[in-house]
T-cell receptor, first 114, second 113 residues
Framework: DQQVKQNSPSLSVQEGRISILNCDYT??????FLWYKKYPAEGPTFLIS?????DKNEDGRFTVFLNKSAKHLSLHIVPSQPGDSAVYFC?????????????FGSGTQLTVLP | KAGVTQTPRYLIKTRGQQVTLSCSPI?????VSWYQQTPGQGLQFLFE???????NKGNFPGRFSGRQFSNSRSEMNVSTLELGDSALYLC????????????FGSGTQLSVL
């Protein structure tokens, strides 16, 4: 049972436009959410995060929105650039045992077309 | 400061063999986690170690095991390899109070023939 779902395996966007990546979760115990970006042949790198006490967090061109009632978060990239082309993973955090544990979605391949 | 280092970068094994993967975390990081990435499945959590103790374990069979040394370096072992074990194995470390923010290595690409 996937607790974190990214239902769009891929997304193509024109350079300069907005990219919107979506993520849904089922576990109400998740209280911290993150987005990671992954280029081929590299490990994922942290992009942006949001605590469940907030509904928006912004960092430059990247904004994450959290809708707790819908158990939905999204990542907005404005404006999109060709260098943003990568796989984006959504992750959710909860306490498990004596430590926090991250649960990842299956990823969305973003392609920004020049 | 140096990032997370994983060795080897690529590995080819045959069914039934066993394999050991190595991970050196960022200096000062005491938590090391392991993930398996397969196409379409995202990152599946294997286990997490902190100060040489396994703190969390994912839903993988007992063929998958790990350990952590006193210098925080970690190894992951898979015994009796199966074709389905072919995947990218990622190690990540985190610092004190930053359990959510993981720093990943480039991974070990394991192919089981």
């Amino acid at each position: 049972d996937q607790q974190v779902k990214q239902n769009s395996p891929s997304l193509s966007v024109q350079e300069g436009r907005i990219s919107i990546l979506n993520c849904d979760y089922t576990n109400s115990m998740f209280d911290y959410f993150l987005w990671y970006k992954k280029y081929p042949a590299e490990g994922p790198t942290f992009l942006i995060s949001i605590s469940s006490i907030k509904d928006k967090n912004e960092d430059g061109r990247f904004t994450v929105f959290l809708n707790k009632s819908a158990k939905h978060l999204s990542l907005h990239i404005v404006p999109s650039q060709p260098g943003d082309s990568a796989v984006y993973f959504c992750a959710a955090s909860s306490i498990s045992g004596s430590a926090r544990q991250l649960t990842f979605g299956s990823g969305t391949q973003l392609t920004v077309l020049p | 400061k140096a990032g997370v280092t994983q060795t080897p970068r690529y590995l080819i094994k045959t069914r039934g063999q066993q394999v050991t993967l190595s991970c050196s975390p960022i200096s000062g990081h005491r938590s090391v986690s392991w993930y398996q990435q397969t196409p379409g499945q995202g990152l599946q959590f294997l286990f997490e170690y902190f100060s040489e103790t396994q703190r969390n374990k994912g839903n993988f069979p007992g063929r998958f095991s790990g350990r952590q040394f006193s210098n925080s370096r970690s190894e992951m072992n898979v015994s009796t390899l199966e074709l389905g074990d072919s995947a990218l194995y990622l190690c990540a470390s985190s610092g004190a109070g930053e359990n959510e923010k993981l720093f990943f290595g480039s991974g070990t690409q394991l192919s089981v023939l």
